[in-house]
């Protein structure tokens, strides 16, 4: 995994108002919850005292207190009481956990993984999603590295055969480009799937026309996914890396053609199944794939249409480099 990135990592509605929660992300053991001032603490979950995890536990003036022996957490990290020292004793600095920063932003919760939390930059998204959208959401569990994920959401030769029977009716199997741009992490690409009626062959990126451009889609390093279907309708995901070998998915179906309440959750219901249909096609071929895990030299024979992908494994191994340095 790429350090020193923000990732969606929960929907922010997975933080309780009132309450913690413990969850896998990054590898890690991490309980979250809301402060007073409802600033979103991101602590390990994992006592300092003797092991318990703090998201058994309850939230009391806005500390986490652990369910075993009561040593209660501030968002730093800190234990800021020794229930069996008594209130009087202060305590001392060597008693605390590791944290992320965390913040809530566009619906998801974020952590910067990494040791910094002060002077970061940005949270990475979609400068269209950024507005007028609304969206209904599903979320899935895959026993799979987050780069299989994303890679199947950037593959743009598969559509005939996993999806012959939905978004890929038609058999369009030739591909033309893809074509892809690079603008800072985000990486967008343009395609076009054509019947092979034997008088066409692929196109290479240089050769395309406007014309040829019909579907754009895009990332933002590390985790975030936009399929530009049209401009009032778009598909986009996170893929939050539970482990090396498993990824949490949250997709969500975003519209701007609907605003009316009520119309509008009819809307998001039906985007709901027909995603979830999908999804599954996906994950029905994602889950065989071996390894669990990509990477940029690997014993995978790409063809031209797998561009997209080749770019991802490139920037990720690139992003993994700076990181060591
Ligand atoms: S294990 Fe958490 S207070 Fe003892
Ligand atoms: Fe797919």
């Not at 932003?105 to 269209?128: A, C, M, S, T």
């Amino acid at each position: 995994m790429i350090r020193n990135k923000w990732y969606a990592i929960l929907d922010a509605k997975e933080v309780p108002k009132k309450g913690i929660i413990g969850v896998r992300r990054l590898g890690e053991k991490l309980a979250f919850w809301r402060t007073a001032d409802n600033q979103i603490a991101c602590i390990f979950d994992k006592c300092c005292h003797r092991g318990a995890s703090i998201s058994a536990g309850k939230i009391i003036n806005g500390h986490a207190q652990c369910p075993f022996h009561g040593f209660e957490y501030d968002i730093d990290g800190k234990v800021t009481l020794i229930p069996a020292n008594g209130r009087k004793k202060e305590v001392a600095e060597r008693y605390k956990v590791n944290t992320y920063a965390a913040k809530e932003k566009y619906g998801f919760i974020w952590i910067y993984w990494g040791e910094e939390k002060v002077n970061l930059p940005e949270i990475p998204f979609f400068e269209d999603l950024k507005t007028n959208f609304h969206y209904s959401q599903i979320i899935d569990h895959w026993p799979m590295h987050y780069t299989r994920c994303i890679e199947n959401q950037m593959d743009v030769v598969h559509i005939p055969f996993v999806h012959h029977n939905t978004i890929g009716k038609g058999g369009k199997t030739v591909v033309y480009g893809p074509k892809v741009k690079w603008e800072g992490n985000q990486l967008t690409w343009y395609v076009k799937n054509l019947v092979d009626d034997g008088s066409i062959e692929a196109k290479g990126p240089n050769e395309m026309g406007e014309e040829d451009e019909l579907f754009s889609l895009q990332i933002i390093m590390p985790n975030i996914w936009h399929n530009i279907i049209a401009e009032k309708v778009r598909v986009f995901a996170a893929f939050a890396p539970i482990d090396d070998e498993n990824t949490m998915i949250y997709l969500r179906f975003y519209q701007s053609f609907m605003p009316i309440w009520g119309i509008r959750h009819i809307v998001g219901f039906f985007g709901k199944i027909s995603s979830r249909i999908i999804l599954n096609q996906d994950k029905r071929v994602v889950v065989t794939q071996l390894p669990k895990y990509t990477q940029m030299k690997m014993d995978e024979k790409l063809i031209p249409g797998d561009r997209p992908i080749a770019e991802f494994r490139k920037r990720r191994d690139e992003l993994m480099k700076e990181d060591k340095q």
